[in-house]
């Protein structure tokens, strides 16, 4: 059996798209690229795909990530280009490796999310990150299945700064980008939570909802403060490629055999 890791991305209006309806195309693409998946055992056999920490429905994604189980090898880069061919855009796969390492699930440990807020100038979005930033705690709520929930959004930010932003939208006079490290933690602390700290603390209120995208998720790394590739193991545990022919014929070659 050989295990696929895929990053995919959920762009333009697919980020409307619920994680139920991604995996039914994700589904529906494995069979029409007649992939060899391993399915699991019992009365209702399905393929044995895992889905890690999917992004809110209503925000897009550049670093989604999953894992499949194969019963016959097959090369992912090829695998991810006959999935593209199957998958609607918006939802595109972009990096396919061998699965050569396990916990893939352990190494998504922080995100990095980008909020446009328009109709906010910088002025505004940065005196609000602030008071956000200075803030010990930032106690929100949030609506759930079990009733309204209350929990402090600031403890689970690494960083958050406001950047400068050109209006690019016909009517909009101003525009904020946020850029946002958060750490995954129990109770999850989502973009819309931040946004909602700002509310308390600033009175920070985007006339229209924020377009959230997530730019990265990974292994939060301590020392330099950034979000690490979590594929990069898998690559870096990939058996090294033989030398060409032609590699050896150069590096073996005497001085001058190439001079006429």
């Not at 490290?181 to 909602?196: E, K």
């Not at 022919?245 to 070659?253: E, F, K, S």
Request: hydrophobic content about 40%; proline content about 7%.
């Amino acid at each position: 059996m050989q295990r696929i890791r895929l990053r995919y991305t959920k762009r333009g209006r697919l980020r409307f798209t619920s994680h139920r309806d991604f995996q039914r195309a994700f589904e529906r693409a494995l069979r029409r690229s007649e992939v060899p998946m391993a399915y699991s055992a019992g009365f209702t056999p399905h393929p044995k795909v895992s889905y890690a920490n999917a992004a809110p429905t209503g925000t897009g994604s550049e670093a989604e990530f999953l894992e499949i189980a194969l019963t016959e090898a097959r090369d992912p880069d090829i695998l991810r280009e006959l999935l593209n061919g199957s998958l609607p855009d918006g939802l595109d796969i972009t990096d396919a490796v061998e699965a050569r390492t396990s916990g893939l699930a352990d190494r998504l440990t922080a995100s990095i999310w980008e909020m446009r807020l328009d109709g906010v100038s910088f002025e505004e979005a940065e005196k609000a990150v602030a008071a956000f930033n200075g803030a010990e705690t930032v106690e929100v709520q949030r609506r759930t299945k079990n009733g309204v929930r209350s929990f402090d959004a600031r403890s689970a930010v690494v960083d958050l700064q406001a950047l400068d932003h050109q209006p690019d939208r016909p009517g909009v006079k101003a525009c904020a980008i946020l850029r946002l490290v958060v750490r995954h933690v129990t109770p999850a602390v989502r973009p819309d939570d931040v946004l909602s700290g700002l509310r308390v603390v600033a009175d920070l209120a985007p006339p229209v909802p924020a377009a959230v995208t997530r730019l990265a998720q990974g292994l939060f790394d301590e020392e330099s403060g950034t979000v690490t590739d979590p594929l990069a193991p898998d690559r870096e545990a990939a058996p090294a490629a033989p030398p060409t022919v032609a590699g050896t014929a150069v590096a073996t070659a005497p001085d001058g055999a190439g001079s006429a």
